[in-house]
């Protein structure tokens, strides 16, 4: 079982950057695969970026390559999310997942993940 709990959100004007935090409980972190999706109303939930076990690989959404960052530290648990150069169109409630899911290439899926978040809410105002 794993616990995940994000933060860092919150209302930025376009351009500024803002970094998401998930913390997970549990002592299995370091053997999930780590993603971070998104919802905005009205849209299904996207991919974002996700980082493979060891955090050897990565892997982005095209909006948000160059401009976002994901990284994860597995001592702390914890799993980030950078986000630089905000668009309006980043606007979405935000959600830190886990799989099970074991490899070199981080799956782009929502089935594909086992564990998720409560959300946290990004706005980018123009």
């Known amino acids: 079982q794993v616990q995940l709990v994000e933060s860092g959100g919150g209302l930025v004007q376009a351009g500024g950057s803002l970094r998401l935090s998930c913390a997970a409980s549990?002592?299995?972190?370091?053997?999930?695969?780590m993603g971070w999706f998104r919802q905005a109303p009205g849209k299904e939930r996207e991919f974002v970026a996700g980082i493979t076990w060891s955090g050897g690989s990565t892997g982005y959404a095209d909006s948000v390559k160059g401009r976002f960052t994901i990284s994860r530290n597995n001592a702390r648990n914890t799993a980030d999310l950078q986000m630089n150069s905000l668009k309006p169109e980043d606007t979405a409630v935000y959600y830190c997942?886990?799989?099970?899911?074991?490899?070199?290439?981080?799956?782009?899926?929502?089935?594909?993940?086992?564990?998720w978040g409560q959300g946290t809410q990004v706005t980018v105002s123009s």
């Open positions: 997942a886990a799989s099970s899911i074991i490899g070199t290439l981080v799956p782009l899926f929502p089935r594909t993940y086992d564990y």
């Open positions: 549990g002592r299995t972190f370091s053997r999930h695969t």
